[in-house]
């Protein structure tokens, strides 16, 4: 078989894959009030488990103008990957909307995972950009640095220097060497359906 009919059929199947996933997130089967609950209870789980894996991300945290906190982003490849989860920005503590994230991959990989991606914005700067954007992209609408541990098991906040830092974990702690870099992220509607405003 071509190699172009291989791959336009490996396409079709991920895409109809991923369409029979989409139909069954959770939101899918909950209020808009639950499914909030759900995202506020699982960020607060994400954000204590980052300052077990990096205590010092602690500091960052509470010095950034905003942190917007996506506890659970499913990731599904069979030749495409794509990735998908809800999550809170926080500002100042204070819950202050809720977005939806995507990205996507191409490559002969097989597989799921879950992960948790947290977005600080530094400054209050960023954080304005991100709120007066319409749909906002890692790498395009910000350069986002990705924090990694260093061998001492801290993360060293002298090295990010961009105003928009970001954290990647499994349960087995932060993924090094990822780039969130074409991450997606738009605002989802107060119903919880995940339609971008």
Not at 40 to 67: C, E, H, M
Not at 80 to 89: K, N
Not at 96 to 116: M, N, P, R, V
Not at 179 to 190: A, F, Q, Y
């Amino acid at each position: 078989m071509p190699r172009n009919v291989l791959v336009a059929v490996a396409l079709a199947t991920s895409a109809l894959a991923l369409t029979a996933c989409t139909t069954t997130l959770p939101r899918d089967h909950q209020s808009g009030i639950e499914n909030r609950e759900d995202i506020n209870t699982r960020a607060d789980a994400a954000l204590k488990r980052l300052y077990d894996v990096a205590p010092n991300s602690r500091q960052l945290v509470s010095q950034a103008a905003g942190v917007l906190i996506f506890p659970r982003v499913i990731g599904a490849s069979v030749v495409v990957g794509a990735e998908h989860g809800d999550g809170v920005l926080r500002v100042k503590g204070q819950n202050k909307g809720y977005y939806s994230t995507s990205s996507g991959s191409f490559g002969f990989q097989l597989g799921a995972q879950s992960k948790a991606i947290i977005f600080v914005f530094k400054t209050k700067e960023a954080l304005d950009k991100f709120l007066a954007s319409s749909g906002w992209t890692a790498g395009v609408d910000a350069t986002v640095a990705v924090a990694n541990l260093s061998a001492n098991g801290s993360v060293d906040l002298n090295t990010l220097r961009e105003p928009v830092v970001g954290f990647v974990m499994t349960n087995a702690g932060l993924m090094a060497g990822v780039s969130l870099e074409g991450t997606k992220v738009n605002r989802i509607d107060d119903g919880g359906t995940g339609k971008a405003k």
